[in-house]
């Protein structure tokens, strides 16, 4: 395990859907971040929060819907998402400022937009 | 745009062969990770190392770091079949930056 847990595992949703990823992180870190990894493609930055507060938001469509109440954990709210969004979605946190770089991150959710 | 870029995209080995993997980026770096990545899972760090560093070491893998040609590789000695993943290579521009992905390799270790 490596301290970050995503849910669900799998997701089945419609393109008129509503739903929201889930992460949580176990080793006290002070940013999260979400990936997506779709495939023959490298894994997208599409946000970042630090200390709670987002200071990354790569061009992402506003259909995705980032949340951080606190340092511990993270949803992706989704709406109304279309089929090219089917992909893993992937939660990571780090310790920033500690000179500890390195990203943890959680098994993701499978999704599937139909 | 600073992102890595591996080589080979697929390899297959006999197990107890050594693996070599290949990464190029385009700018200067901080930092360079490699990850590994079990199918439908998450991404496992491996190893990191900076940019005044010219190799490092952790059990079977070594990473080799060469600036001047802005590449790295990644060996990993007498490969198991548990080996078979897909291995990522990650830069950060500065300490503390976004770390930007590849799309990485995919290992198959044939037993």
């Keep these: 395990e490596t301290g970050v847990t995503q849910t669900p595992r799998h997701l089945v949703m419609g393109m008129t859907n509503k739903k929201s990823l889930k992460c949580e992180q176990h080793l006290g870190h002070n940013a999260m971040y979400w990936y997506k990894q779709s495939a023959k493609k490298p894994l997208e930055l599409m946000f970042v929060y630090s200390l709670e507060e987002r200071v990354e938001n790569n061009s992402v469509p506003s259909r995705f819907s980032p949340e951080c109440p606190n340092s511990s954990h993270l949803f992706l709210h989704l709406h109304t998402l279309q089929p090219e969004d089917s992909a893993l979605y992937l939660c990571a946190s780090s310790q920033l400022w500690a000179g500890q770089e390195k990203l943890f991150f959680g098994s993701g959710t499978q999704l599937s937009v139909l | ?111």
């Design chain 2, 1 to 111: 745009s600073q992102q890595g870029e591996e080589d080979p995209q697929a390899l297959s080995i006999q197990e107890g062969e050594n693996a070599t993997m290949n990464c190029s980026y385009k700018t200067s770096i901080n930092n360079l990770q490699w990850y590994r990545q079990n199918s439908g899972r998450g991404l496992v760090h491996l190893i990191l190392i900076r940019s005044n560093e010219r190799e490092k070491h952790s059990g079977r893998l070594r990473v080799t770091l060469d600036t001047s040609k802005k590449s790295s590789s990644l060996l990993i000695t007498a490969s198991r079949a548990a080996d078979t993943a897909s291995y990522f290579c990650a830069t950060a521009l500065n300490r503390d930056d976004k770390i930007i992905f590849g799309k990485g390799t995919r290992l198959h270790i044939l037993p």
